[in-house]
């Protein structure tokens, strides 16, 4: 009888245990973390993504769901899970059900959520869209901001060449460029310059590396040379334009020598207030 109950009493809680659990969470697998207004994308760390994620795992549920105004929610493989900053809930909507976490952890996942908006970087030029034949000559920029005072609108560029056979075969062959000079260029027709630099283009100095995926795509470009530039005040005269960074030179080993465009890049901008906005996308 003892064992009869004993095994009854183990397939009830085999059954029990079965009933009561859910899936558990799991971060989609493309996407994770939008806001509720205008979908964007939330991004973040893989470990402050997996603090949510034990953290919904480890909740315990409430057999409702709040009646919050849920400014996030989550793209989970199996659950839509919304969450609301300002009271710390969160609702299982695929499973009617809500969980509010601590204070503490609602001020963590809030630094979380954010903290995307100080992390927002400006970059373009590190990972081409598509792999050009070598040598070629490469042009990026790069900001921890996205926001300037106009008369501080101050970014990191980065240029130089990837030679593949090496800067002697390059020199000797196919690219010379003895002498260089940097520009801002609008499409108003406006030329800044920069500066001139007397040093070879095609040098260690000015090289860089590529790294390859396994279908020999680009997915980075590495360069030896950056430096930080402000660019003019003057440049922005319009309310927005676009803006290219340009490597002028002159190519010796071509067979009519002429001052061209080396290598170069744009990006948009926008003036509101005395502040300007840079953006590699057009900017409404
Ligand atoms: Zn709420």
């Not at 790294?211 to 590495?222: L, M, Q, R, S």
Request: net charge negative; proline share 3%; glycine share 4%.
């Amino acid at each position: 009888m003892k064992k009869i109950f004993a095994l009854l009493l183990t397939c009830l809680l085999c059954l029990s245990v079965v009933g009561c659990s859910e899936k558990p969470y799991q971060a989609a697998w493309d996407g994770f973390c939008y806001t509720s207004a205008e979908h964007h994308a939330v991004e973040m760390e893989s470990e402050d993504r997996k603090y949510i994620i034990d953290l919904l795992n480890k909740a315990v549920w409430e057999t409702n769901i709040e009646d919050c105004e849920c400014d996030f929610y989550f793209s989970l493989q199996r659950q839509r899970v919304e969450y609301h900053s300002e009271c710390g809930t969160f609702n299982d909507i695929t499973n009617s059900k809500s969980t509010k976490v601590a204070e503490e952890q609602r001020i963590k996942i809030n630094s979380i959520l954010s903290l995307d908006a100080s992390k927002e970087k400006l970059e373009d030029g590190f990972k081409p869209s598509n792999s050009a034949e070598a040598p070629s000559l490469y042009c990026a920029y790069r900001s921890d901001k996205t926001e300037f005072p106009i008369d501080d609108v101050t970014l990191d560029f980065y240029y130089g060449g990837y030679y593949y056979q090496g800067v002697e075969y390059e020199l000797e062959n196919t690219h010379d460029i003895p002498s260089f000079e940097l520009y801002f260029q609008d499409d108003y027709g406006g030329k800044f310059f920069i500066k001139r630099v007397e040093e070879n283009f095609v040098s260690e100095k000015y090289s860089c590396n590529v790294v390859y995926d396994d279908n020999w795509n680009i997915t980075e470009v590495k360069f030896n040379h950056s430096e930080t530039i402000t660019i003019p005040r003057e440049i922005f005269a319009e309310e927005s334009g676009l803006i290219y960074f340009s490597v002028f030179g002159t190519n010796q080993k071509e067979v009519e020598p002429q001052v061209k465009v080396i290598t170069g890049i744009g990006f948009y901008y926008k003036v509101v207030d005395g502040k300007v906005t840079l953006s590699k996308q057009p900017i409404n």
